[in-house]
Nanobody, 121 residues
Framework: QVQLVESGGGLVQPGGSLRLSCAAS????????MAWYRQAPGKQRELVAI???????NYADSVKGRFTISRDNAKNTVYLQMNSLKPEDTAVYFC???????????????WGQGTQVTVSS
């Protein structure tokens, strides 16, 4: 059983900052990538940022230069530092991990429960 637990969401004014955290726990053979997605009301879930084991990161164009994804592999934790927040960043943010439970397992997607980020004055 794998759990991804997010924290750090909340209400912030435009131009403000928030830091999201997500810790993966359980019996895990290997994590290959960790990512953040978001879903705004009435919209599809979209990739915000992803961090792969080879050190590469990718960001949605809408957050480049404002958001930074980082990982603590020893703690199976991923962070999302969000600066210069805009009202259009308002969404539920979901943590994602691509991992194997055992050496014989397939690489599968696991999701957190989501954390609300609201940017409003």
């Amino acid at each position: 059983q794998v759990q991804l637990v997010e924290s750090g969401g909340g209400l912030v004014q435009p131009g403000g900052s928030l830091r999201l955290s997500c810790a993966a726990s359980g019996t895990i053979f290997n994590i290959y990538a960790m990512a953040w997605y978001r879903q705004a009301p009435g919209k599809q879930r979209e990739l915000v940022a992803i961090s792969s084991n080879d050190g590469r990161t990718n960001y949605a164009d809408s957050v480049k230069g404002r958001f930074t994804i980082s990982r603590d592999n020893a703690k199976n934790t991923v962070y999302l530092q969000m600066n210069s927040l805009k009202p259009e960043d308002t969404a539920v943010y979901f943590c994602n991990a691509k991992l194997r439970l055992t050496v014989l397992d397939m690489i599968r997607d696991y999701w957190g429960q989501g954390t609300q980020v609201t940017v409003s004055s």
